[in-house]
């Protein structure tokens, strides 16, 4: 009741939807600056990733490949010379017979020809392998702000 002018106010019972109406324009306007931005495709220079790291028990046989598509294997012995085909599935076959489940990870240079990591892919599956994975390394702070 009003004090001054002895009259009762009437109950209003509209919403005011015009500030809903703001917040709904702008959040409009963000959607539709952001959502190009998360279908284009970004640049990413392969090796470098974010995924998780692996943390097995023990550290997993790797496959080396050379700018220059060298093969290295880091079984048996004279572990820093090259490794000619048959000696990779030879090795590697000899672990798989160990243990069938065996993760083995390609660890292959940035500027290394792709043909040269698909030919050690089949001297893997050659072996009987059926794990394979690739080593890589998580972008610096540089690589992610520019």
Same mark, same amino acid.
């Given at each position: ?22 917040? =709904? ?6 959607? =539709? ?47 820093? @010379? ?13 672990? =798989? ?32 392998? @059926? ?16």
């Amino acid at each position: 009741m009003d004090v001054h002018t002895g009259k009762r106010r009437r109950l209003s019972s509209d919403i005011n939807v015009v500030p809903y109406i703001d917040v =709904m324009l702008v959040l409009l306007v963000i959607f =539709m600056i952001t959502a190009p931005l998360l279908t284009q495709g970004v640049e990413v220079e392969l090796p470098k990733t974010e995924a998780n790291p692996i943390t097995p028990e023990k550290e997993p046989i790797t496959l080396y490949i050379n700018a220059r598509g060298q093969l290295f294997l880091d079984v048996g012995e004279h572990t820093s @010379e090259p490794v000619s085909d048959d000696d990779i599935v030879r090795r590697v076959r000899a672990v =798989m017979n160990n243990n069938p489940q065996e993760l083995i990870l390609i660890s292959a240079d940035k500027s290394v020809q792709y043909d040269y990591v698909a030919r050690g892919m089949s001297l893997l599956q050659q072996a009987g392998v @059926e794990k394979i994975g690739f080593k890589t390394e998580p972008p610096s702070r540089k690589d992610k702000s520019g």
